[in-house]
């Protein structure tokens, strides 16, 4: 079984930069790199070499830091072939079903349109590990910048038709927001409001919430649940289309 080592590094305000390590051969990602000081930093700590940028779509607080961390390590820059023009220092570009190897770990790519038009997720099958970037997040999903809601309906339904034991690592810390509007559409899940609880405890005591897991969202994040009668009910849109439930919620969030 391929193992992955994921390491979290806070940067900027509230974004993650990743480093996945390959345990069997000490290959080592950085994933979106905001900054490349506290990535080269986390894996100097570690006496990790990154030997490979991936990205997952191509805004600055995912990519800032590419262009340095290649400079001081001479890794490859991996990223989605949609929006190579757009993407620092891209070398290797990836679109929907291509695979990518970091040591003996691979991971399958989805196109998850959206947010950006190009956005992609890399998911470690073998190690149950999902890089989410902006597209789903913990109990929420990523602003629709480029996209439509139709869009990010259908790259949320590809990410939720994974295991339910993988590992989401998103792009950023907004569990805590993403929890209060979430219980605002859906009240009496008692799931989701125990969730909410653990989250704000991990944050009071300055912890991370993140990875999420696959199956504790399916029945929290009400992104995921757009189809589910009960949150069309609950948002009052009771046998409307779950891409139009889908962008009601969505359009809720951003008033948080
Ligand atoms: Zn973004
Ligand atoms: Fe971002």
Known sequence: MAQLEVILVPALSDNYIYLAHDLDTGDTAVVD????????????????TINHILNTHHHGDHTAGN??????????????KYDEDRIPGIQIALSEGDTYKVGNCEAEVFFT?????????????DADVLFAG???????????????????WTS?????????DTRIYCGHEY???NAKCALSVDPHNAKLQ????????????????LPAILGEELLTNPFLR??????????????????????????RRNQY
Do not use: N
């Open 194 to 209: 125990t969730r909410a609880k653990r989250v704000a405890e991990l944050r009071a005591a300055g912890k991370p919430t």
């Open 67 to 80: 262009l340095e961390v290649q400079r001081a390590t001479g890794a490859p820059i991996v990223g989605p």
């Open 134 to 152: 902006d597209t789903l997040f913990s109990l929420g999903c990523g602003r629709l910048f480029e996209g439509d809601a139709e869009q990010m």
């Open 226 to 251: 757009a189809d589910d009668p009960a949150i069309a009910e609950a948002m009052g849109m009771a046998g409307a289309s779950p891409v139009d439930v889908f962008a009601a919620i969505r359009e």
């Open 113 to 125: 349109p959206g947010h950006t038009r190009g956005h992609i997720a890399y998911w470690f099958k």
């Open 33 to 48: 790199p905001a900054e490349a000081a506290p990535a080269l930093e986390a894996a100097r700590q570690r006496g990790w």
């Open 156 to 164: 949320l339904q590809k990410l939720r038709a994974l295991p339910s």
């Open 175 to 177: 569990t805590q927001t």
